[in-house]
C-alpha cells in the first residue's frame, strides 16, 4: 500500500502519493488536491497575486507538458517581467512570485 501524505489549506487538501513509505510530502504525476468546490482535482501552480489580482495579466507555461510533472503553471505580468529580467526561475523570480498551489478546476 502507497502512503500518503496530506496538507490542509483553508479552501483545499492536497493529497501527495509519494512512495511505499514515508518520505516527505513531494508532487508526483499521480498527486491530486480534494477543493470543498470542485472536488478530486490536478493541482496547478500560482503566482500569489494571480489567487484575487484582477487585470494584472495572465502567462501560463507553455510547451509539451513533461508527462512526470504534468500540471499548469501560471504567474502574473509583475512576475513575468521579473522571469524576464532574471532570465530564470531562480531565488529572486521565485521570491517575487511566491508560487502556490491551487486546484486546477478554482
Known sequence: ???FGVIQKKNY??????SE????ISL???????CRRHG???STFICQHLQYGEGIGYFEATGEPDPEYPFREAWCGD?????LEQGEWNDVSEGHAQIMTMCEGC
Open 40 to 42: 478530486l482535482q490536478r
Open 13 to 18: 487538501t492536497i493529497t501527495c502519493y509519494v
Open 1 to 3: 500500500m502507497k502512503w
Open 21 to 24: 513509505r514515508p518520505m516527505g
Open 79 to 83: 512576475c513575468d517581467q521579473i522571469l
Open 28 to 34: 508526483n504525476k499521480n498527486s491530486g488536491m480534494e
